[in-house]
């Protein structure tokens, strides 16, 4: 099981504001991440929307971080793009197929390993230590 493209992508743009420390144009942080310019372009107006970079307009304008890296987790950047996490969709109440997850194994299951993983992303940041 993997994280989609999308939030794969979306990791490596804040990993490298947060390396360059610098205002860097949409051009240049598509090749650094090896990310489509369009692509790029799509889950940084993504992160800005979610106050996580900061855009600017102009001669001058790029994309910066709009916060410390140490503030910023792995699990913010995820659910930026994907929505809240769950391991299941069964988790979600419109694609339970048995009256209340609470009642099926399966969902008791899945619903802790959903916390766990969230809680585990939510403790990873983007400062050089990590944590």
């Given at each position: 099981?993997?994280?989609?493209?999308?939030?794969?992508?979306?990791?490596?743009?804040?990993?490298?504001?947060?390396?360059?420390?610098?205002?860097?144009?949409?051009?240049?942080?598509?090749?650094?991440?090896d990310v489509?310019?369009?692509?790029?372009?799509?889950?940084?107006?993504?992160?800005?929307?979610?106050?996580?970079?900061?855009?600017?307009?102009?001669?001058?304008?790029?994309?910066?971080?709009?916060?410390?890296?140490?503030?910023?987790?792995?699990?913010?950047?995820?659910?930026?793009?994907?929505?809240?996490?769950?391991?299941?969709?069964c988790l979600?109440?419109?694609?339970?197929?048995?009256?209340?997850?609470?009642?099926?194994?399966?969902?008791?299951?899945?619903?802790?390993?959903?916390?766990?993983?969230?809680?585990?992303?939510?403790?990873?940041?983007?400062?050089?230590?990590g944590r």
């Open positions: 099981m993997y994280i989609t493209l999308e939030s794969d992508y979306a990791v490596r743009i804040v990993d490298c504001l947060a390396a360059e420390q610098r205002r860097m144009d949409a051009r240049e942080i598509a090749g650094k991440t489509t310019l369009r692509f790029a372009l799509k889950i940084l107006r993504k992160l800005v929307s979610a106050k996580i970079v900061r855009s600017y307009k102009g001669a001058t304008g790029g994309y910066e971080l709009a916060k410390n890296p140490k503030d910023i987790t792995l699990l913010e950047v995820i659910e930026t793009v994907e929505g809240t996490y769950v391991f299941s969709r979600r109440d419109d694609n339970c197929l048995r009256v209340g997850r609470n009642h099926c194994k399966f969902g008791r299951a899945f619903s802790g390993i959903t916390q766990d993983v969230r809680s585990r992303l939510g403790k990873v940041n983007f400062s050089e230590d």
